[in-house]
């Protein structure tokens, strides 16, 4: 038997879960929007983050007011602070994917990305689609072995990370100062859009196994 | 008249401000380990950091508990939830601390910072303690006077590190790829320790005011 309050839980569940689909596409299309110096995706990506900014607002207030109303005790409680927490994850993810966006912006008609880089950007950018589809199916299944598999396919993010950066520091390196710049702060942006990602998916597994989490990026 | 409620709530601002000052001590340790190549001192600041992390899990299954056990309503439980925030927001402060000081450790015997920029890298340091001090008189007086100051504070952290951007990018840098690498990202890590602090003020005016702030970082 549900109540209004695991009613209004539910509910709250699947709009987290829309929201990070918006969050998914954010990161895809600025993924190809810095690839392909498509300047209008990349401004779609911009100014589409108010959605995923309108989402996290509504979607607080309404577990906020849950919380008030409801005045929920023990699990259910846990449950309501989880959610605020996966909100705030979601929202900073949606700023990453948009900073990604404007990186490709400032360099257009060029991409901030020379082509001996951009299969492992690509590679970037497809991990953080597979992190941020599955944390989505955790929120919705609360499937503690799916946020398992998370924790590896943030460390194929790590290797990536690593490898930009040994590009970097390659002496074939040509591209100058200023691109290797923005291949530091990309990467930093892929790198941290999977560490909230894998937060979120450790707060689910707190949810379902009582046991805290390490706090993100630690 | 106070009753337990409030007086559990004034402990846990109290040892909130206590928390963002080991997270400035964080700081200002880290910044002299860069400035100097004082292996020791980064060590200091790395392992501090658990002392953060131990700070966040304590104060935050206290306010946990104090939600759970005195089911608050209306201004007292918008207080508990901002305070959760704030927790964590002063966290990850203490992780870009110690990311700070790990840059120090990766460099040693060598400051990651060249002599030419060791004066704006002393700026930004001494930017941070001023922002997060005033963070922690914010929580402490829940003056929204200062915190509207923490803000011009922040202007004066993005005006450095444009700075610091404008030094890479100048002609003369002859410190190559690697030293460009560790001042985009410690760059990165002072700007977004000083958001994290106008985040924690924005949340103390929010409080007060009960308007939303707007998602920091955004």
Do not use: N
């Not at 950066?165 to 710049?181: K, R």
């Amino acid at each position: 038997m549900r109540d209004t309050f695991h009613d209004e839980l539910d509910q709250i569940g699947v709009e987290l879960v829309e929201m990070s689909q918006l969050v998914a596409s954010a990161m895809s299309r600025a993924t190809t929007s810095l690839l392909d110096a498509d300047i209008s995706l990349a401004e779609d990506v911009i100014s589409d983050d108010s959605r995923v900014d309108e989402a996290y607002r509504d979607l607080e207030e309404r577990a906020l007011d849950v919380l008030a109303r409801q005045q929920p005790v023990a699990t259910d409680l846990r449950t309501i602070i989880t959610t605020l927490r996966m909100i705030a994850d979601l929202e900073r993810m949606g700023d990453l994917a948009q900073h990604i966006a404007k990186v490709a912006r400032m360099r257009y008609p060029v991409s901030a990305v020379p082509p001996e880089l951009q299969a492992t950007i690509r590679d970037m950018g497809r991990v953080a689609g597979q992190i941020i589809a599955k944390a989505g199916a955790v929120i919705a299944t609360q499937d503690a072995d799916t946020a398992i598999e998370l924790e590896s396919d943030d460390d194929v993010m790590d290797a990536l990370h690593r490898r930009l950066f040994a590009a970097l520091l390659d002496d074939d390196w040509s591209h100058g100062i200023e691109a290797a710049i923005d291949i530091t702060l990309i990467g930093r942006y892929y790198e941290r859009f999977a560490d909230h990602a894998v937060g979120v998916a450790r707060r689910v597994v707190y949810l379902v196994t009582g046991e805290m989490p390490e706090p993100a990026g630690a």
